[in-house]
């Protein structure tokens, strides 16, 4: 599967953004899909994750409560919405898919990744 995000981009402490991750090539319903971020100068960091019906979702406590993952099936399209962004939400995101049942958490349980995009959050 080819996956494809979007949405990034800068914005002040306290607004919102949506990244989507478009989806092609293989049936995307077969595929938890997952979130992370990376940081400079840090490591790849686990953000958000949803089951393959979309049921069931995952978040560490880092974004709970401000960010929700959602999918679209129909459209073979994931979605991260984040409000309440802070300046250490800055990071390139990038989607991944898993043929894993359940919500995967960890980077070695995708086997798909998407190229990326930037969130610039300014204090």
Same mark, same amino acid.
């Given at each position: 599967?080819? =996956? /494809?995000?979007?949405?990034?981009?800068? !914005?002040?402490?306290?607004?919102?953004?949506?990244?989507?991750?478009?989806?092609?090539?293989?049936?995307?319903?077969?595929?938890?899909?997952?979130?992370?971020? /990376?940081?400079?100068?840090?490591?790849?960091?686990?953000?958000?994750?949803?089951? +393959?019906?979309?049921?069931?979702?995952?978040?560490?406590?880092?974004? +709970?409560?401000?960010?929700?993952?959602?999918?679209?099936?129909? +459209?073979?399209?994931? $979605? =991260? /919405?984040?409000?309440?962004?802070?300046?250490?939400?800055?990071? !390139?995101? $990038?989607?991944?898919?898993?043929?894993?049942?359940?919500?995967?958490?960890?980077?070695?349980?995708?086997?798909?990744?998407? /190229?990326?995009?930037? !969130?610039?959050?300014?204090?």
């Amino acid at each position: 599967v080819q =996956l /494809q995000a979007s949405g990034g981009g800068l !914005v002040q402490a306290g607004g919102s953004l949506r990244l989507s991750c478009a989806a092609s090539g293989r049936t995307f319903s077969n595929y938890a899909m997952g979130w992370f971020r /990376q940081a400079p100068g840090k490591e790849r960091e686990f953000v958000a994750a949803i089951s +393959k019906s979309g049921g069931n979702t995952y978040y560490p406590d880092s974004v +709970k409560g401000r960010f929700t993952i959602s999918r679209d099936n129909a +459209k073979n399209t994931v $979605y =991260l /919405q984040m409000n309440s962004l802070k300046p250490e939400d800055t990071a !390139v995101y $990038y989607c991944a898919a898993s043929v894993r049942f359940g919500i995967p958490r960890l980077d070695d349980d995708y086997g798909y990744w998407g /190229q990326g995009t930037l !969130v610039t959050v300014s204090s």
